[in-house]
């Protein structure tokens, strides 16, 4: 399910996002704060969509980690 307002796009992760997650999810001074290792590659970012980021009320915004409560 997409959540759209007039100014923002909540949507659910794509295979297509894997690049842009892993130019965060690489940086070692951002993983280790969100919880994970630095990505190794963009196919490791892109397992991690696929697993974890599938999961329930789990969402993008330009490819960046939302987590709704």
Request: glycine content about 6%.
């Amino acid at each position: 399910m997409d959540l759209r307002t007039e100014r923002l796009l909540l949507r659910r992760w794509q295979d297509t996002d894997a690049e842009t997650l892993y130019k965060y999810a690489k940086d070692p001074a951002i993983g280790p704060i969100a919880g994970w290792k630095p990505h190794k590659n963009i196919e490791e970012s892109l397992e991690i969509i696929r697993t974890i980021l599938s999961g329930a009320e789990c969402y993008a915004i330009d490819g960046r980690l939302v987590r709704l409560l």
